[in-house]
């Protein structure tokens, strides 16, 4: 599967009309790959909020209940660190203070966050559409959060 060319795809839809094309890096995280190609197949993406989206820093989302303390009934994942940088469009799984918690929650980073590096999984990049990040609503929570209308995995 390395060889392939992934894609995750989050139609932001309602105001911040556009898609935003995630490349998967199953070459650098295979088991985050693998759980977030199963949950967009399922479904489970779609209708999710960001619940926490900090200007400078990043955007959240993957939560079902949108507050930042749910996850998917799956069990949760080992890390899988690499060493990819976060920086703007990088693409890493959310998780508790236990490096083995990532779960379904993800996030974007907006700027240089390299402060996580070796501490997050990251498992994609943001090939188009990061103006459609950058244009949600800002908070944690947000007032009127924006969403994920589907996702997509092709």
Same mark, same amino acid.
């Given at each position: 599967?390395?060889?392939?060319?992934?894609?995750?795809?989050?139609?932001?839809? %309602?105001?911040?009309?556009?898609?935003?094309?995630?490349?998967?890096?199953?070459?650098?995280?295979?088991?985050?790959?693998?759980?977030?190609?199963?949950?967009?197949? %399922? +479904?489970?993406?779609?209708?999710?909020?960001?619940?926490?989206?900090? =200007?400078?820093?990043?955007?959240? *989302?993957?939560?079902?209940?949108?507050?930042?303390?749910?996850?998917?009934?799956?069990?949760?994942?080992?890390?899988?660190?690499?060493?990819?940088?976060?920086?703007?469009?990088?693409?890493?799984?959310?998780?508790?203070?236990?490096?083995?918690?990532?779960?379904?929650?993800?996030?974007?980073?907006?700027?240089?966050?390299?402060?996580?590096?070796?501490?997050?999984?990251?498992?994609?990049?943001?090939?188009? +559409?990061? %103006?459609?990040?950058?244009?949600?609503?800002?908070?944690? =929570?947000?007032?009127?959060? *924006?969403?994920?209308?589907?996702?997509?995995?092709?």
């Amino acid at each position: 599967m390395a060889d392939q060319k992934l894609t995750f795809t989050l139609d932001t839809g %309602e105001g911040n009309t556009g898609d935003v094309v995630i490349k998967l890096r199953d070459d650098v995280a295979p088991n985050h790959v693998a759980r977030i190609t199963e949950l967009a197949k %399922e +479904g489970f993406y779609d209708g999710v909020v960001f619940h926490r989206v900090i =200007p400078g820093f990043m955007a959240q *989302g993957g939560d079902p209940t949108g507050t930042g303390m749910s996850g998917s009934d799956k069990p949760n994942l080992s890390q899988e660190f690499s060493n990819v940088p976060h920086v703007r469009g990088v693409c890493s799984m959310a998780r508790t203070q236990d490096p083995n918690s990532a779960n379904s929650q993800f996030f974007i980073v907006f700027d240089d966050a390299r402060f996580l590096d070796n501490q997050y999984t990251v498992w994609g990049e943001v090939e188009s +559409g990061m %103006e459609h990040v950058d244009a949600l609503p800002t908070g944690e =929570p947000p007032a009127n959060p *924006g969403k994920i209308v589907k996702a997509t995995v092709a």
